[in-house]
């Protein structure tokens, strides 16, 4: 045999050798990226739950809200149609008021002017009854659009505080 005979089964076992390493690291890679893959698998999961939890929150925190303000609004309406019932009781009790005082009135003269005041100040009462009964339905709403706002505003914060 002759030098580089020798020297090839030597080669071919270090070349075994080398590859059965090389092998044995490339099985160690695979398996920690393997390993990673299920972790960050489990921590994409985990953070998908946390997502849709707080959603449901969310979701619920705002049907909540919105019930409270379709209530606040229905029991504002029922107000609202209570006072116009009321101002047109007064506006007839005024009217039959006036009836009466033009009637009493013995004086042809006085009778118009005590009538036609009686009729200025009977039509700014029941005008003045109208702007009391609007403004005061406009603010009731406005307080019930506000809160709507306000638990809106809650129940958005509590959402971005549960994806952060």
Do not use: F
């Amino acid at each position: 045999m002759t030098g580089a005979s020798r020297i090839w089964p030597w080669l071919a076992l270090a070349l075994a050798l080398l590859l059965a390493v090389q092998t044995q690291r490339l099985a160690k890679v695979e398996t920690s990226q393997a390993k990673q893959a299920a972790v960050q698998a489990q921590q994409s999961q985990a953070a998908t739950e946390t997502k849709a939890v707080a959603m449901v929150t969310h979701g619920a925190a705002q049907q909540e809200n919105n019930h409270d303000y379709t209530q606040e609004l229905a029991r504002l309406e029922a107000g609202r149609a209570a006072d116009a019932a009321r101002i047109a009781g007064l506006q007839h009790d005024i009217r039959g008021a006036a009836t009466r005082n033009a009637q009493l009135a013995g004086d042809a003269a006085a009778c118009r002017d005590l009538a036609d005041q009686h009729e200025r100040i009977a039509a700014l009462a029941a005008e003045g009854a109208e702007l009391v009964s609007e403004a005061d339905g406009l603010v009731a709403k406005r307080d019930a659009q506000v809160n709507l706002l306000r638990g809106q505003i809650a129940a958005d914060r509590t959402l971005l505080e549960q994806l952060k």
